[in-house]
């Protein structure tokens, strides 16, 4: 193999520079050549090439977003989009790609696979959608920036005797609400795989209140059933919870900034496995973090279904908010 691609696409997330440096650097150790691709599919299918070299994948393991910026495509997802992106790798004499995202990504990885060319995949997205990987790259760096926020508006709720709905992103996963409500200390989560009604919610933050708690947090996922926004106008109706209600969506600030050690360490592991799979003759495959293992696991399998959340987790998140 002489020349290999990488390309970033989807919603970006911390840690994605960490793992480009880790393929283009590994690459280059194999002498393979390596181009980066610009915007994702868009950049595959307009041929929106750059040789990436030592040099330019320097200074950016500490950097949030992607150097090779990305985008939501919708014409790669047809047959005749695919062929472009295909001819135009050709056309660069490019033998394989790697490429960095969430399911969406997956689905354009395999259906590249499909038509006969080499891929791999490694899993990004802060969502920790993603089957068959204990975590993606960017999940703990959003994390620990939900873990700032909630920190932040406990400070300020106790000082005001507030309760304060917080939304979390996450598409149709709970994950991050959960880890977040467990991690800072929430009363009660709501998540698109278990919500809890809204007098639910009223009922935990109005305990929280006759218990004697300066503050009260409700986290709610953005995929959840009912909306932060419905939920914050159902419980100023409902003066019985004894708190000041305030709401916080918190938005795209969980997408960005510096990754994590874990992150880091995460996203260099999952570029070197990625280009040592290539070297392997793999394709069709995702890097996955298994226990303390990376493994390569087929992205039939990563896209066939939403990562399940744990039991014991929602059980942990029950009992530690009493
Ligand atoms: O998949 C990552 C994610 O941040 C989701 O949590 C969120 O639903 C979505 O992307 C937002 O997408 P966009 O940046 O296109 O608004």
Do not use: W
Request: hydrophobic content about 40%; some cysteine; aromatic content about 6%.
């Amino acid at each position: 193999m002489k020349r290999i691609a990488v390309m970033t696409s989807g919603g970006d997330s911390p840690g994605i520079n960490a793992a480009i440096r880790a393929v283009v650097r590994t690459a280059l150790e194999y002498e393979i050549e390596v181009y980066g691709v610009r915007q994702g599919y868009t950049g595959l299918i307009n041929g929106d090439f750059e040789l990436l070299t030592s040099v330019e994948v320097s200074g950016i393991l500490q950097r949030g977003g992607t150097i090779l910026q990305t985008a939501r495509n919708e014409e790669f997802k047809s047959p005749a989009g695919q062929k472009k992106g295909l001819r135009r790798l050709n056309e660069h004499h490019i033998e394989a790609v790697v490429i960095i995202g969430g399911n969406g990504s997956l689905s354009g990885a395999l259906a590249l696979h499909k038509l006969g060319f080499k891929v791999v995949a490694i899993p990004g997205s802060i969502d920790n959608d993603i089957y068959g990987t204990d975590m993606a790259i960017g999940v703990d760096s959003a994390l620990n920036t939900i873990l700032d926020a909630l920190d932040h508006l406990r400070d300020t709720a106790s000082s005001h005797q507030r309760a304060f709905i917080i939304e979390t992103m996450g598409r149709n996963c709970g994950y991050l609400a959960l880890m977040g409500s467990i991690l800072g200390g929430a009363e009660i989560v709501v998540t698109p795989e278990r919500p809890p009604t809204m007098e639910e919610v009223e009922a935990a933050l109005e305990d929280a209140y006759v218990r004697g708690k300066s503050h009260a947090i409700a986290v709610i996922a953005e995929g959840a059933p009912y909306k932060a926004t419905e939920l914050a106008d159902y419980l100023n109706k409902h003066p019985t919870v004894g708190f000041e209600i305030r709401l916080t969506i918190l938005g795209h600030i969980q997408r960005g900034g510096s990754p994590t050690a874990f992150d880091r360490l995460l996203a260099t592991r999952m570029g070197v496995k990625a280009v040592r799979a290539l070297m392997d003759g793999e394709s069709g495959k995702m890097t996955a973090l298994n226990g303390r293992k990376m493994d390569m696991i087929p992205i039939e399998d990563a896209i066939s279904q939403i990562r399940p959340i744990s039991d014991s987790y929602f059980e942990m998140a029950r009992f530690l908010a009493r």
